[in-house]
């Protein structure tokens, strides 16, 4: 194993000795815990608590949990409420489209799948919570783009580009910014087999209070099935759940109570 992964591997013990413990807890117990020399502990300690981590109470000297991972858990704890919350309208949309129903949010410079809801066909689309797509050639991902404000999208296209992933991939800029502006023109987004070929997928933004779009929600299926001709029907679909989605988020807030709580 190497100095590396180890040193991982140890600071991530660290911080679950600490939430199985309750408490805050010293370098010594620490050290006993987990069976590490102290001065091995405290060189952890330095690095997890510039990175907040884990904190350091000034008067004790004991370290507790740091914000850093309760930013984590309340993200986790509110993602885990919107899957929930959200299914019964993916359910409903695979209902009315026969096709794979799929939501998604924005993470960092991809789009990340969070759940599925599948058809009773034969030939049906898989998308693994969890997994993540380009922005620039998903359906989910041009939801995103076309919310963003114009300097961050700017820097997203910077920062990943716009690469090929078949012979539909958008790869042009401003062909791109006339794509966005038609998702919002619009209100969903069409992926016409630019990350897959023989693949269709269209999703609608799920808006918050303030007017931001805080998940993207739509369906994929194979072009075969999801053909043009079906566009217009099935995104009227997509955009009505979407509103229905939003609506009740709005009128009852994602709650940031941990998993399992009562």
């Known amino acids: 194993m190497s100095e590396n992964v180890q040193s991982v591997e140890r600071a991530l013990d660290i911080v679950n000795t600490i939430v199985a413990a309750n408490k805050s807890l010293s370098i010594a117990e620490l050290s006993q815990a987990m069976n590490l020399a102290p001065s091995t502990i405290h060189r952890i300690l330095q690095t997890?608590?510039?990175k907040n981590y884990v904190f350091q109470d000034p008067q004790t000297?004991?370290?507790d949990i740091g914000p850093e991972i309760v930013d984590i858990s309340s993200a986790l704890h509110l993602r885990y409420d919107l899957?929930?919350?959200v299914r019964p309208y993916l359910?409903?949309?695979v209902e009315l489209t026969g096709e794979t129903a799929h939501i998604a949010q924005l993470y960092g410079t991809s789009a990340m799948y969070l759940s599925q809801v599948e058809p009773f066909s034969m030939v049906r689309m898989f998308t693994t919570p969890g997994s993540i797509a380009p922005l620039h050639c998903s359906d989910v991902g041009k939801v995103f783009?076309?919310?963003l404000p114009p300097a961050r999208l700017d820097e997203i296209i910077r920062k990943s580009g716009l690469p090929a992933r078949t012979p539909h991939t958008i790869t042009d800029e401003d062909a791109l910014l006339m794509e966005l502006?038609?998702?919002r023109e619009q209100g969903y987004a069409l992926d016409d087999e630019e990350r897959e070929v023989g693949v269709r997928c269209l999703s609608a933004?799920?808006?918050n209070g303030a007017g931001k779009v805080i998940a993207a929600i739509g369906v994929a299926g194979p072009?075969?099935?999801l053909s043009r001709v079906r566009v217009p029907e099935v995104s009227q679909a997509v955009m009505g759940m979407a509103s229905r989605c939003a609506n009740e988020l709005i009128r009852q807030p994602m709650s940031a109570e941990p998993i399992g709580s009562d």
Do not use: H, N
């Open 181 to 183: 502006r038609r998702v």
């Open 61 to 63: 000297k004991r370290y």
């Open 48 to 50: 997890l608590t510039v």
């Open 91 to 93: 359910q409903e949309l």
């Open 83 to 85: 899957v929930r919350r």
């Open 223 to 225: 072009t075969s099935r």
């Open 145 to 147: 783009l076309a919310d």
């Open 205 to 207: 933004g799920v808006f």
